[in-house]
């Protein structure tokens, strides 16, 4: 595996675990500091949020595996 490859590797079990917290929870907070988010998200928005951070997941593992060539 080339670097790249890890790298889309990483990026997409972020994605895939981010989005999936988002669906059980269904709640998504979108924050730069630690203390209080600045938005969130509830219900059905914060799991189509999840399901677009699933399907990005999806490109990022199918780009690692040379399926598509999407970041090359």
């Not at 600045?38 to 690692?64: D, H, P």
Request: aromatic content about 14%; hydrophobic content about 55%.
């Amino acid at each position: 595996m080339t670097g790249e490859q890890i790298a889309e590797v990483l990026g997409g079990f972020v994605a895939l675990g981010v989005g999936v917290q988002m669906i059980v929870t269904q709640r998504a907070t979108f924050s730069d500091e630690d203390d209080e988010p600045y938005m969130w998200v509830y219900g059905w928005r914060a799991v189509l949020v999840g399901v677009v951070a699933v399907l990005t997941s999806l490109v990022f593992f199918a780009s690692a595996a040379k399926c598509i060539n999407w970041f090359h």
